[in-house]
């Protein structure tokens, strides 16, 4: 991938017909309203109406890294939650990342989406499984649901120390030892694109319906921002709508 798009778009949404973007760091500055108001800008907004995204207002949670699924009705801050979920036709739902993984999950059938936050302390409370349940339990089909994976750190950059790893062998002994590969004493390289996925799979997800590019934030600061690589800097904003029947 070359050049300076301000944002990317997953295939299986698109097909699907749900309005959504992936942003880069060549996206409009992202401006985040402190207290529940409009956290983008207006050259923000222009590309979020070209995509179908601006409806309402997003909807957005105070994301702190646990697996609570909010369910949003209302653009604006739903609170603490690291997943929304909404059935409301063309409301936005987003997630602000910078390495961990952003999800969307879309039921074409019920016309539900939800959208998650993954690091890895979201992973280790299986925030992507739970956010796929919340669709099913919500009447979804398992096997027709739709999953995209954003950019995020792969597992080429993401070292992770002994208290990551023991948070992990907790939440699934005898799990962990496929996700992560030694890298000295004391250090493992971590692919959470590998437990994300088994845990959409484990909520009944069909794998040809996983859709994840593998673009790693790290490796890439030419499109990304990266929190490991850059600290705190930017951070990139998913946003995904259920469409709005024609
Ligand atoms: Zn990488």
Request: charged share 20%; with cysteine.
């Amino acid at each position: 991938m070359t050049g300076r798009p301000p944002f990317l778009t997953s295939p299986l949404l698109e097909a699907a017909g749900v309005p959504h973007l992936f942003t880069t760091r060549y996206f409009p500055r992202l401006e985040r309203a402190a207290n529940g108001g409009w956290p983008f800008g207006p050259a923000a907004r222009a590309l979020l109406g070209e995509r179908g995204l601006l409806q309402d207002p997003p909807a957005f949670a105070r994301q702190v890294h646990g697996a609570e699924v909010a369910e949003a009705r209302a653009g604006g801050s739903v609170g603490r939650a690291d997943a929304l979920i909404s059935d409301r036709p063309g409301l936005p739902l987003a997630v602000f990342t910078a390495d961990c993984l952003p999800i969307v999950l879309f039921d074409p059938t019920g016309r539900r989406l939800a959208v998650a936050h993954a690091g890895w302390r979201g992973t280790a409370q299986s925030v992507a499984r739970v956010a796929a349940e919340a669709l099913t339990r919500a009447g979804a089909p398992r096997e027709r649901l739709l999953a995209a994976i954003g950019p995020s750190i792969g597992p080429c950059c993401y070292e992770v120390d002994l208290p990551v790893i023991q948070r992990l062998g907790s939440a699934f002994p005898g799990a962990w030892p496929a996700w992560v590969t030694p890298a000295g004493p004391g250090k493992w390289m971590l692919d959470l694109w590998k437990v994300n996925e088994e845990q959409l799979r484990s909520a009944g997800v069909d794998p040809s319906r996983i859709d994840n590019p593998r673009l790693c934030t790290a490796c890439r600061l030419d499109l990304f921002f990266s929190y490991r690589r850059e600290g705190r800097g930017g951070s990139l904003a998913t946003v995904a709508a259920v469409p709005v029947s024609s």
